[in-house]
């Protein structure tokens, strides 16, 4: 029944068909061609372009991903699954493996039957040795201690400084060639196995013993056999006919240059993996491990284990009636630089993975963990804390592709289970999750499954990647704590797809939406389904660009909760939650207030596990270094170690003397992405001490890091920022252009609302200084400030004469994270901070006024220019900037944008019309009584961001709209208002009442009836 319904499902109802969201893009204004995200933004090494055409295209790149698994399922043999898997890695190796010796076998006394078919099987090993000993020679004498150094960056809490030095010289492996020879050697286990199957029956006891190039060939008859670590140091391949065996140390794992082989055939098998790599693991080799026999297998190893290819190949095959799997850290099927393939089949198999693992990709990797039968019970990645909070652990397990930000890209990972009944739990990033241009990919088919992770999971994209969770079946159950299922972030894809009847779905929150630029594509498809899905179909629109979610339920009887509703409502419709997100319903949807909770048992960290390096040490010898390497190593313990350490790391880049300020823009690097962000705080601390070295290495800067360096400018004094910025204007790099025309918003900015411009900033605290602020007032003053982040809050003290390092760590202890928007609590002491030197910051705030004000003129002039750039993405970011700025001047040039043919211009000159003042918010109102509903809809998109209040009364016009499509969008901008104005929305709640009673379209009475929800009394 399942392959029926699968067959039926790729042939006729692929989700990424094009045509097929035709109807989703018109709701949100969008075509096709503006689904794909621009993964060449973020400048990284190592991608895999058949990775990047997911982003950049996901709508047929989501049928790749969806087919992927039904042609793994159907490939019978281990080469045919590393055929179907290498291909996600672009590269071939022509001519198949490299040639090799193949003497005649010599095997005193072996049994007739196994002769011939271990001849012929031998010729080919000798073949593929010969091509793993060429492989790993690519990497030349290092090549031993580049496999341990990555190794170790693999490693939980590693203490591993990564380097673009590594990968670079990692590039240069030919893992064409080693999965060449991995598929000489499989090809040639999968044409011996029946022949061995065969041939057990009549050879009866006995032990052979056979030379080879590469090592010894061990053959054993039926009886029981102990294999101990001098049998598998010195054997290259074991051929067990039978019995009950044991295993005591790596079996089948291979290290440098080595080919190593495991063929049990026994009933009772145990293996005790000992050290890495073992139990078919490669480390710069190839490992393979073949247990195709009926009965009892127990399985225990380390790390590098059980289907691990780290710069090589690494592939396990095992059936079972009773099956138990424990792996360390990068297991059942993990890669990088390679392949690792895991496939097992059984019922009630039991598995554990620390970290790492059950289908785990990073750079130039793939990793395939496939599990056949029912019943069983999968954990992975539930063991090492996660910082974010404490019932997370950090998994990387269960179809997870992951890339070292920004060191180099992701890789895939595939997470198959065709089962009834299975157990499947991880945590932080896990379940088809996808991280820095990789690809995860979970599918599950089967009925009454339960799926259980806690974050970034379950089909998420995050950062530049795609990730995907599948489900096929019914009677299924998904629970998720946040950031999944079906979640997109930051330019990221996420993709949910599930197909069958009465399954249930629940996450507590982002989940099924899009934020930061992102994409999200969910499809549900079946009846008397269960959803409780926070945004569900939601989009976003932030940082100047829209984030898109397109969101489909089919069939009969689906119920979904949406918090708020005040009476259920049901039927075909179109709910959009905000103008940039859709949920279609095909048959018969039933919103409803509330709904059953499903059950959730979250397990906690194991105690003591993240207790796994000493960074004392790192930091003391930093203390004795020079001031360049110091920083250095302070921006590398900031970003990796916890506790008091991590604490004193920052506090010393928080007080960087002005003589070494000029080292922090030096260490700014592009591979290091989260040291970016610390960079950048210090410098937005530093002020006008850091300015200097911004500027001298934007001399020699180009491409992606020219662009983040012209990024910090938005942190310094505008007289030192502005000559920079508009120089990078006329970059040839589109991203440098892109940068700097924001880079140029941010210092005019002038705009009131969430993100409040810097220098409607400066002028509300003028406004309300005098010669103090009162103690009264400062809490009122803080809380209408808007969103700010550290960074902003820095540079505005920095203005300051007297700012001192205390008052950065000061205002530093009062936030949760550094990177995030802060809260009242540091608001009220940044407030305190200025009023603590009020003749100073008044003077210092009118002087930058000044300065910045006295360029307007021809800074906006320049952005104007920029609406004739090739590349739209510089387009919308000039649109954004004028925005900001807010000069009635500017108002024709960002209307006539609102033409363009692509939308992300069209919605940012919309929505930067929004913030032009009076101005602006006329030429809206002009479009807003004009006959093209287009028009009509970028008018009510433009108004919901306003922080002009008074204009937000406006929209009443789009919500009578003739059309129905305007007064949809016009319903779903009201979500969208600015949190500062999102009172605002009970204006309109008669209106709304009007609509969900008696508006003649039922998509615009479900979407009026939810939005009074979310509006409350």
């Known amino acids: 029944m399942i392959k029926t319904l699968l067959s039926i499902f790729l042939a006729a109802e692929a989700f990424g068909q094009e045509p097929a969201w035709a109807p989703w893009l018109e709701r949100v204004g969008a075509q096709a061609q503006d689904m794909g995200v621009r993964p060449e933004r973020s400048e990284t090494r190592l991608t895999l372009a058949n990775v990047e055409q997911v982003l950049k295209d996901p709508f047929p790149g989501s049928v790749s991903v969806e087919a992927w698994e039904a042609e793994i399922s159907s490939a019978a043999t281990s080469a045919q699954v590393l055929a179907l898997s290498e291909r996600w890695l672009d590269q071939r190796h022509e001519g198949g493996a490299a040639a090799g010796r193949a003497p005649g076998l010599s095997c005193p006394n072996l049994p007739a039957p196994l002769a ?43 203490s591993e400084e990564l380097s673009p030095e590594l990968f670079d010289r990692l590039a240069a492996f030919d893992s064409a060639m080693m999965r ?90 145990v293996l005790r993996g000992g050290s890495s790599p073992s139990l078919g693991a490669g480390i710069l080799g190839v490992g393979l491990l073949y247990l195709p026999g009926p009965g009892s297998k127990t399985l225990s190893a380390a790390d590098v284990s059980l289907g691990a290819g780290l710069l090589g ?68 990645g539930l063991y090492f804390p996660d910082p974010r909070e404490p019932q997370g652990m950090t998994s990387l397990c269960q179809g997870v592709g992951y890339g070292p930000r920004a060191f180099a890209a992701g890789g895939v990972g595939a997470f198959l289970v065709r089962a009834n009944r299975a157990k499947i739990a991880s945590s932080y990033f896990a379940q088809g999750s996808g991280y820095w241009h990789g690809l995860g990919a979970a599918y599950v088919v089967g009925d009454g499954n339960r799926l259980q992770a806690r974050r970034y999971s379950q ?36 993709l949910l797809n599930v197909l069958g009847d009465g399954n249930a779905l629940q996450s507590g929150w982002a989940s099924a939406s899009a934020q930061y630029g992102a994409r999200a594509f969910i499809r549900i498809k079946g009846d008397r389904n269960r959803l409780s899905l926070p945004g569900l179909g939601s989009g976003s629109y932030q940082r100047g660009s829209a984030a898109y979610a397109l969101a489909s339920i089919s069939g009969q009887d689906n119920r979904l909760k949406l918090s708020g509703l005040t009476s259920p409502a049901s039927g075909q419709f179109d709910l959009m939650p905000n103008p940039w997100g859709v949920l279609r319903s095909e048959g ?75 080292f922090l823009a030096q260490n700014l690097r592009v591979e290091a992405f989260d040291e970016m962000l610390w960079v950048r705080l210090a410098l937005a601390a530093l002020g006008d001490a850091g300015t200097s070295g911004i500027i001298e290495s934007l001399k020699s800067a180009s491409g992606m890091r020219k662009a983040m360096l012209l990024g910090l400018l938005r942190y310094v004094r505008a007289a030192s920022a502005i000559p920079e910025a508009l120089a990078g204007l006329s970059d040839a790099d589109w991203r440098v252009r892109r940068e700097a025309a924001s880079v140029l918003g941010y210092l005019l900015g002038s705009e009131a609302g969430l993100e409040a411009g810097r220098l409607w900033v400066m002028r509300k605290v003028l406004d309300s200084i005098g010669d103090e602020i009162a103690a009264e007032k400062r809490a009122a003053m803080a809380g209408g400030l808007g969103e700010k982040r550290l960074n902003d809050l820095f540079a505005l003290l920095a203005l300051g004469q007297s700012y001192s390092p205390d008052d950065r760590l000061s205002l530093l202890g009062l936030v949760s994270s550094p990177f995030d928007a802060v809260g009242q609590r540091a608001l009220e002491h940044f407030v305190e901070l200025l009023a603590r030197r009020v003749k100073d910051y008044r ?22 220019a920029l ?15 004028l925005g900001q700025a807010g000069e009635a001047e500017d108002v024709p040039a960002v209307s006539g944008a609102c033409e363009h043919p692509r939308t992300a211009v069209r919605e940012a000159a919309a929505v930067a019309l929004g913030k032009m003042g ?12 004009s006959s093209a509903s287009g028009h009509r809809r970028l008018a009510v998109i433009g108004l919901s961001q306003t922080s002009q209040t008074e204009a937000l009364s406006h929209l009443v016009r789009g919500l009578s709209d003739k059309d129905e499509s305007v007064r949809l969008a016009a319903v779903a901008a009201l979500s969208a208002f600015q949190a500062p104005y999102q009172d605002r929305r009970k204006d309109f709640r008669v209106r709304l009442m009007e609509l969900a009673a008696s508006d003649p379209s039922l998509s615009v009475r479900v979407s009026a009836s939810a939005a009074l929800g979310q509006i409350g009394n």
């Open 918 to 929: 009076q101005a602006g918010v006329s030429a809206l109102l002009e479009k807003l009584g």
């Open 588 to 662: 018969r949807l039933i919103l409803e207030g509330q709904a059953e909770a499903l059950s959730a048992d979250w397990p906690q960290p194991q105690a003591g596990a993240g207790a796994t390096k000493d960074w004392s040490t790192l930091m003391a010898e930093a203390e004795k270094l020079p001031a360049a390497q110091r920083l250095a190593r302070w921006l590398f313990l900031a970003t990796r170690a916890d506790g008091e350490v991590g604490r004193r790391a920052v506090v010393g880049l928080l007080s960087v003397p002005a003589q070494e300020s000029a």
């Open 459 to 494: 089909g998420a994209g995050v950062h530049f990647a795609a990730g995907s969770l599948r489900i096929i079946g019914s009677d299924n159950r998904l629970i998720n704590w946040g950031v999944g299922p079906g979640f997109a972030w930051d330019n990221g894809v996420g």
């Open 313 to 380: 190949v690494g592939a396990a095959w095992i059936k079972g009636d009773e099956v138990s799997v424990e792996g360390g850290q990068f297991t059942q099927g993990a890669a990088a630089f390679g392949l690792g393939l895991w496939r097992a089949e059984g019922s009630g198999v039991r598995y554990r993975a620390r970290y790492q693992g059950q289908g785990f990709g990073s750079t130039q990797g793939v990793g395939v963990f496939e599990h056949r039968g029912d019943d069983p019970s999968i954990e992975g």
């Open 843 to 864: 003077a210092a705030f009118e002087a930058e006024l000044g300065s910045s004000l006295s360029q307007s003129v021809r800074l906006r002039k320049a952005l104007r």
């Open 867 to 881: 609406f004739k750039d090739p590349d739209h993405d510089v387009i919308a970011a000039a649109a954004a900037a």
């Open 116 to 158: 011939a078919p271990l001849q012929a099987m031998a010729g080919r090993l000798e073949k593929a040795a010969g091509a793993v000993s060429s492989a790993a020679s690519t990497l030349g004498p290092d090549g031993p201690r580049l496999a341990a150094r990555l190794r170790a960056s693999f490693q939980h809490g590693s």
């Open 180 to 269: 060449s020879a991995a598929r000489e050697a499989m090809e040639a286990a999968d044409q011996v196995l029946t022949d061995l199957s065969a041939a057990a029956g009549s050879v009866g006891r006995g032990r052979w013993g056979c030379r080879l190039s590469f090592g010894d060939m061990l053959v054993s008859g039926l009886q029981d056999d102990f294999y101990t670590q001098a049998d598998l140091a010195r054997a290259g391949v074991i051929i067990d006919l039978g019995g009950r065996n044991i295993y005591d140390g790596p079996a089948a794992g291979a290290g440098p240059g080595q080919l190593r082989m495991v063929i049990d055939l026994g009933k009772g098998v």
